[in-house]
């Protein structure tokens, strides 16, 4: 089974940047889905590609796929740069 491991970014519903100190790591296994041909939806009989797990830091979720023998990738963030402004800046 493969992993990833990434830092989920905010939705455009989100204002804040306090929930997003947490790492997750997904497991990703495409194939034991089954395609049912009536509703084009995919299933199956294998949930672990439904679990989330959160850790504090990358380490300790890239440790965790080591000891359990998981095949993972980290998927790294770019930070987003705040540049402060006020609105008097619009007229100089």
């Not at 997904?26 to 009536?38: E, G, L």
């Not at 294998?46 to 998927?75: G, I, P």
């Amino acid at each position: 089974m493969k992993a990833k491991i990434y830092k989920p970014s905010k939705t455009a519903m989100q204002s804040g940047r306090s929930k997003f100190n947490k790492w997750v790591l997904k497991i990703t296994d495409k194939k034991n889905q089954i395609k049912d041909t009536m509703m084009g939806w995919n299933g199956g009989s294998n949930t672990s590609s439904q679990v989330q797990l959160k850790f504090k830091t990358k380490e300790d979720a890239v440790y965790y796929a080591k000891t359990n023998n998981l095949d993972y990738e980290v998927l790294e963030t770019s930070e987003r740069k705040v540049i402060s402004k006020s609105y008097a800046d619009n007229f100089k």
